[in-house]
């Protein structure tokens, strides 16, 4: 993005603007800054203030019918803090995925695996699903390794207590009380951050791999235009592009609605291609040419194709950890 400072400081306070006056409306999914869009095609050389709907709603009589129905609080302003507003549209749903009707086919990232490693399944045993283990990291206090994925990976219910047990592969993969190789440590939710960790029980080792990737070499922030990779339970190894920063998402979790800050926005790199799906939340974001960890993947949308993951090192100091690298 390479803002100089001024800049980056107007794009916050035009977020915090942004933030405040709609992302409570009820259409509204997820404010961020990033690349705008015109017809359907993404403007490599603008930046906006992006305000995410879950429907386009056209001004005149059916904006108006919608804001009297409370579907919306009214047309979006076509700039805010001095910044372009584009709205792109996504609805957002969280990528663990709970309750398959039908048991998954079990390909080797939903295996037991023995050394573990980012990318397999993973998830609170007490919870019928699967998601991702996004990485192995450092606890900077005693130095002991532990698992990081997202909060509703590895606590998921807002009863859980630290010590619950998590399983490896997670239940919705045939998982059982014999699979538990971590317990629930803490989480960052109370940080509006979707991610936590947990402690390794000793029953099986944890190494810094990503599964058919590369180990993690370090930390970084994403930009738009980084290109990025991730290994996941679901959707394996896929490619993206930084689309937009610095995001605010709203979320609902075990029916509870919560604000999610440092959200990045990944979008395909062509028409044709996915990001993520549903059993994907955990997964790492690597920047591809460094193999830097940039994101927690947690969200995404289908139509249009694009993923959501919450910035790295807010995560690593809310939990008070370290990248293993």
């Not at 317990?183 to 791999?209: F, P, Q």
């Amino acid at each position: 993005m390479n803002l100089d400072i001024k800049t980056l400081m107007r794009v916050r306070q035009a977020l915090r603007e942004a933030v405040r006056g709609w992302i409570y409306d009820p259409n509204v999914r997820l404010i961020d800054f990033g690349w705008p869009e015109h017809g359907g095609t993404v403007v490599e050389d603008q930046l906006a203030i992006r305000v995410h709907v879950a429907e386009k709603i056209k001004q005149g009589p059916a904006l108006e019918a919608a804001t009297q129905k409370g579907i919306t609080r009214g047309q979006i302003p076509g700039t805010i803090g001095g910044f372009p507003v584009d709205v792109p549209q996504g609805a957002y749903r969280l990528h663990g995925w709970w309750d398959p009707p039908v048991p998954p086919p079990a390909p080797p990232r939903a295996r037991r695996s023995e050394p573990m490693r980012g990318g397999i399944s993973v998830a609170n045993g007490r919870i019928r699903g699967y998601a991702t283990l996004g990485g192995m990291v450092i606890d900077r206090e005693t130095g002991a390794k532990m698992i990081l994925s997202n909060w509703h990976v590895l606590v998921g219910l807002w009863h859980a207590r630290p010590g619950w047990p998590i399983y490896q592969p997670a239940q919705g993969d045939g998982g059982t009380a014999a699979d538990t190789v971590a317990t629930l440590s803490r989480d960052a939710m109370a940080a509006n951050l979707d991610a936590a960790v947990a402690e390794l029980t000793g029953a099986r080792t944890l190494i810094n791999d990503q599964f058919d990737l590369a180990p993690v070499k370090g930390v970084d922030w994403a930009e738009p235009g980084m290109a990025v990779i991730k290994s996941g339970r679901a959707s394996g190894i896929t490619r993206g592009r930084v689309a937009g920063v610095e995001g605010t998402a709203r979320m609902s979790y075990s029916g509870v609605r919560r604000l999610i800050r440092n959200v990045i926005t990944i979008d395909p790199r062509d028409a044709l291609s996915q990001v993520s799906t549903g059993g994907d939340s955990g997964s790492f974001w690597l920047e591809e040419e460094t193999m830097n960890v940039v994101g927690l993947h947690f969200a995404g949308s289908d139509r249009p194709e694009r993923a959501l993951a919450i910035d790295m090192q807010p995560i690593l100091d809310a939990l008070k950890v370290n990248i293993a690298a």
